[in-house]
Nanobody, 123 residues
Framework: VQLQAYGGGLVQAGGSLRLSCAAS????????MGWFRQAPGKEREFVAVISRYGTTTGYADSVKGRFTISRDNAKNTVCLQMNSLKPEDTAVYYCAADYGAKIYYTAMYYDYWGQGTLVTVSS
């Protein structure tokens, strides 16, 4: 599967952005989908995950209550709605697909990655 993330940009603290990730192929619904982010000088970190049929979601503590992950299997897309953004949310955001048997919160388990989209939150 090929993934392309988009929707990043510059936003003021307290604002919102909606990231989307478009997937190619007919097997999108067989993948759990995750969002990760990487800030300058830091390791890539887990942000959110959604199971293949959208029945289960998970979030990093740092974004819980502010970010919402969703997917539309008919459109082969996964989205990340980000509200109440903070300067510390500034990072390149990546979508990723996992064909594993369970939901994972670690980047190493994901099989496919998009190219990333930059989110910059100004204070």
């Amino acid at each position: 599967v090929q993934l392309q993330a988009y929707g990043g940009g510059l936003v003021q603290a307290g604002g919102s952005l909606r990231l989307s990730c478009a997937a190619s192929g007919r097997t999108f619904s067989t993948y759990d989908m995750g969002w990760f982010r990487q800030a300058p000088g830091k390791e890539r970190e887990f942000v959110a995950v959604i199971s293949r049929y959208g029945t289960t979601t998970g979030y990093a503590d740092s974004v819980k209550g502010r970010f919402t992950i969703s997917r539309d299997n008919a459109k082969n897309t996964v989205c990340l709605q980000m509200n109440s953004l903070k300067p510390e949310d500034t990072a390149v955001y990546y979508c990723a697909a996992d064909y594993g048997a369970k939901i994972y919160y670690t980047a190493m388990y994901y099989d496919y990655w998009g190219q990333g989209t930059l989110v910059t939150v100004s204070s």
